[in-house]
C-alpha cells in the first residue's frame, strides 16, 4: 500500500549521520550526534519531515537529560502518529552495542487518518534508509 508521500533530504541526511559511527570523531563532533529523533508528516501530508525541535544529541545525555530513553518516550505525541530513530545503546554478557532503531508510533488516540497515512508511507521512508537497522512497530 503506497501513499505517495516524499521523504525529505534532511530526514536521509539525519539517517546518514546517525548510521554512521564516527568513532574517530573528536568530542564535540561526538556531542552533536543525534541519540533520537522523530520524524512526521508535513502539513499539506505530502512530504516526511523531521519534526523540529524534538531531538536528543548525545551531548545531553548524563548531563540534562538524565534517562534518554524515558525523554524519548515523553518527547512521542499522545494523539499523533510519528517516526523515530533512535541510537540504542546496550550490553550483553559479552560486549556493549549500538543498534539503530527505527520506530513507527501508533497510539491508539490518534486519528483512524493518521494511522492509515502513517502505515502507508511506513515503507517510503524504509526505502530511503539504507543499510542494518532494528524495525519496530509502537502502540499504546
Not at 41 to 68: F, Y
Not at 69 to 84: G, I, Q, S
Not at 109 to 122: G, V
Not at 124 to 137: D, P, Q, S, W
Request: charged content about 35%.
Amino acid at each position: 500500500m503506497a501513499s505517495g508521500v516524499k521523504v525529505s533530504d534532511e530526514v536521509i541526511s539525519i539517517f546518514n549521520d546517525m548510521k554512521v559511527r564516527k568513532l574517530q570523531a573528536n568530542e564535540e563532533e561526538k556531542k552533536k550526534r543525534k541519540k533520537a529523533v522523530l520524524f512526521r508528516m508535513s502539513n499539506d501530508s505530502k512530504n516526511i519531515i523531521v519534526d523540529e525541535a524534538e531531538e536528543i544529541l548525545q551531548g545531553q545525555v548524563g548531563s540534562t537529560i538524565p534517562d534518554p530513553y524515558m525523554h524519548f518516550v515523553k518527547m512521542l505525541p499522545t494523539d499523533d502518529c510519528r517516526y523515530a530513530l533512535y541510537d540504542a545503546t546496550y550490553e550483553t554478557k559479552e560486549t556493549k552495542k549500538e543498534d539503530l532503531v527505527f520506530i513507527f508510533w501508533a497510539p491508539d488516540s490518534a486519528s483512524l487518518r493518521s494511522k492509515m497515512l502513517y502505515a502507508s508511507s511506513k515503507d517510503a521512508i524504509k526505502r530511503k534508509f539504507e543499510g542494518e537497522f532494528v524495525n519496530i512497530l509502537l502502540t499504546i
